[in-house]
């Protein structure tokens, strides 16, 4: 009798061919193909991830250049509390020369008076403050507050006959609206 340690049995060889072999070129095929359909589907994911990439850096391009556009006009508007303060003491300045001419006051202490409100005008625009030019300009709500109408000549109508109290502007954003009065 023989034991059962398995000398006897015939080793395939891969030259002799069963059917299990052909299903296997089969699924060799499919694999291939298989193989193609995930080359496709990464290249999808990276068009996509490209896609996504240039989508991120534009917004970011955009969030750098809003924040830095918003920096800068606060640099730009961050003395308007000051200015405001500043706005009564050249009103001051003004009726006090308007009321020096109707007095009489000798020319010297005009001139010099005037001398000093031309330099701290012009000190004041080197920052940013402008008058606003309201001289028999058409009434318009959004630069100008009326105080009150005047009827008078239609040619007139709906135009400013007298500033009350100057508008002025920083960085050409209002930063106090002319009080006038207007023709009706």
Do not use: C
């Not at 850096?57 to 556009?69: D, G, S, V």
């Not at 009350?164 to 609206?177: C, V």
């Amino acid at each position: 009798m023989k034991s059962s340690t398995g000398k006897g049995k015939k080793k395939e060889t891969p030259e002799s061919s069963t059917p299990n072999d052909i299903v296997g070129a089969e699924s060799a095929e499919g694999f291939e193909q298989n193989a193609a359909e995930e080359t496709i589907d990464w290249e999808q994911k990276v068009r996509d991830s490209d896609y996504k990439y240039l989508l991120l850096y534009a917004e970011f391009e955009n969030f750098r250049k809003r924040t830095a556009k918003e920096r800068q006009e606060l640099i730009q508007t961050a003395a308007a509390p000051v200015f405001r303060a500043i706005l009564p003491s050249l009103d001051n300045l003004e009726r006090a020369l308007k009321n020096m001419r109707n007095s009489g006051a000798r020319e010297d202490d005009i001139q010099g008076i005037e001398l000093i409100q031309q330099q701290l005008m012009r000190d004041l625009q080197e920052k940013g403050l402008a008058e606003m030019n309201v001289d028999l300009a058409e009434f318009n709500p959004d630069e100008h507050e009326a105080i009150t109408q005047v009827p008078g000549d239609p040619a007139l109508k709906n135009k400013i006959i007298d500033v009350l109290e100057k508008g002025y502007t920083i960085h050409g954003k209002i930063l106090r609206y002319a009080r006038v009065v207007v023709g009706s």
